[in-house]
């Protein structure tokens, strides 16, 4: 079955957001909402997809790599041994994402944040920041990492986003989830001094999943672990409505998501 929209229904899909980043009124805003990311690692570590090879790649031969906000490990689990990599660490600010990671992979984790990461200077020869540098005081992380990354090393932060420029329907399923972590097509994140820009990789894949999967992705994104129960029932019944008879898909019929990931090597300025 096709997934394309009826086009009698085409003019309700507004165009993408033209975002570079998800916006936060404060930085109390932003704290709250990365905060949602305190439950629910199980389910996300199920839910979320892990990241094409080619992100991993970006620090092949890295002596000792530190994962930041590794959540429960969909990047961490490409790197090691087999990526080149001698020595990898890994922190996020959830304790019960660290407990999952550690459950899933041996590598050395603790809590801390990408704004304090409770090493030593120039510890590490590489840091990774998967789907969670928008969650980061920029300013502050880009001076933290500085500190603990060697003076060669290098920092790579990767993203997979919902390819929503690729297909309607996908947009309309970002909104009616929620998923707040949409950067537009083309978006370069923002990094502090002395980081620059040294290249960047853009890849477009697809995902095999079905209705159901698409709703355990929804309870993985922060305005669900944020929402009150009325609420959590409504962005139920909304995707129901959407995939079921909006869509016309059957229960666990085979879908295929098109995402897209963004990541971006920096070098000292």
Same mark, same amino acid.
Request: hydrophobic share 40%; with cysteine.
């Given at each position: ?5 009826? +086009?009698? $229904?085409? +003019? ?5 957001? @033209?975002?570079?980043? +998800?916006?936060?009124? /404060?930085?109390?805003? @932003?704290? %709250? =909402?990365?905060?949602? *990311?305190?439950?629910?690692?199980? $389910?996300?570590? #199920? ?12 620090? @092949?031969? *890295? ?28 922190? #996020?600010?959830?304790? &019960? ?10 590598? +050395?984790?603790?809590?801390? /944040?990408? &704004? ?6 120039? !510890?590490? %020869?590489?840091?990774? !920041? ?6 980061? #005081?920029?300013? =502050? ?5 500085? @500190? ?11 993203? $997979? /986003?919902?390819?929503?420029?690729? %297909? ?31 290249? #960047? ?14 709703? &355990? ?10 929402a009150k129960p009325h609420i959590r029932e409504r962005m139920t019944h909304n995707l129901n409505w959407y995939l079921f008879e909006h869509m016309g898909f059957a229960p666990n019929q085979e879908l295929e998501i098109i995402y897209r990931t963004d990541a971006f090597t920096y070098a000292r300025g």
């Open positions: 079955m096709s997934t394309q929209p009826n +086009p009698e $229904n085409f +003019p309700s899909y507004r165009a993408p957001s @033209r975002a570079s980043n +998800p916006r936060f009124s /404060t930085r109390v805003a @932003r704290s %709250d =909402a990365g905060a949602a *990311f305190q439950r629910g690692a199980k $389910n996300y570590d #199920d839910a979320r997809p892990g990241y094409p090879k080619e992100v991993a790649g970006l620090v @092949r031969g *890295f002596s000792r790599v530190l994962d930041v906000g590794a959540g429960s490990g969909k990047l961490t689990r490409d790197l090691g041994p087999r990526n080149g990599n001698e020595r990898v660490f890994a922190i #996020d600010p959830s304790q &019960e994402m660290c407990e999952v990671l550690r459950a899933n992979i041996a590598v +050395p984790v603790w809590r801390a /944040t990408a &704004e304090a990461t409770a090493l030593p200077n120039s !510890c590490v %020869d590489a840091a990774v !920041c998967a789907q969670a540098w928008h969650w980061c #005081d920029v300013g =502050a992380a880009s001076s933290e990492l500085d @500190r603990v990354i060697a003076p060669h090393g290098r920092l790579v932060l990767a993203w $997979n /986003t919902l390819a929503v420029e690729a %297909d309607p329907w996908l947009l309309r399923l970002s909104r009616i989830m929620h998923s707040g972590d949409i950067h537009r097509a083309g978006f370069v994140p923002e990094v502090s001094a002395p980081w620059r820009l040294e290249k #960047d990789l853009r890849l477009q894949w697809a995902q095999a999943t079905t209705p159901e999967g698409l709703h &355990e992705l929804m309870h993985t994104r922060a305005y669900w672990l944020r």
